[in-house]
């Protein structure tokens, strides 16, 4: 869950950096909570290739993540921006 968790915000931050299926597929998964069989069914491919892609789009992420860390630095700074809301309260 946690896992899913992180590529949701990855996926948010990168997904114009995927391929054009790849974002398909996972926006079928994640946003419309399609399950590989469904998605399979609907694009006419297999239940393998599927997965097949979330798994390869998951590594991209993280790849691109490890590379850019533009997610690190929007978590860094939120954490200031609560951090001097709360220096307001």
């Given at each position: 869950?946690?896992?899913?968790?992180?590529?949701?915000?990855?996926?948010?931050?990168?997904?114009?950096?995927?391929?054009?299926?790849?974002?398909?597929?996972?926006?079928?998964?994640?946003?419309?909570?399609?399950?590989?069989?469904?998605?399979?069914?609907?694009?006419?491919?297999?239940?393998?290739?599927?997965?097949?892609?979330?798994?390869?789009?998951?590594?991209?992420?993280?790849?691109?993540?490890?590379?850019?860390?533009?997610?690190?630095?929007?978590?860094e700074m939120q954490s200031?921006?609560?951090?001097?809301?709360?220096?307001?309260?």
């Open positions: 869950m946690k896992d899913d968790l992180q590529f949701v915000r990855l996926l948010d931050l990168y997904s114009p950096l995927l391929t054009k299926t790849q974002q398909e597929i996972t926006h079928l998964y994640f946003n419309c909570d399609l399950s590989l069989g469904e998605i399979a069914e609907q694009k006419g491919v297999s239940r393998q290739s599927v997965s097949d892609c979330l798994q390869k789009s998951r590594k991209q992420l993280q790849t691109l993540e490890a590379k850019l860390g533009f997610a690190k630095t929007v978590e200031q921006i609560n951090a001097l809301q709360g220096d307001k309260a």
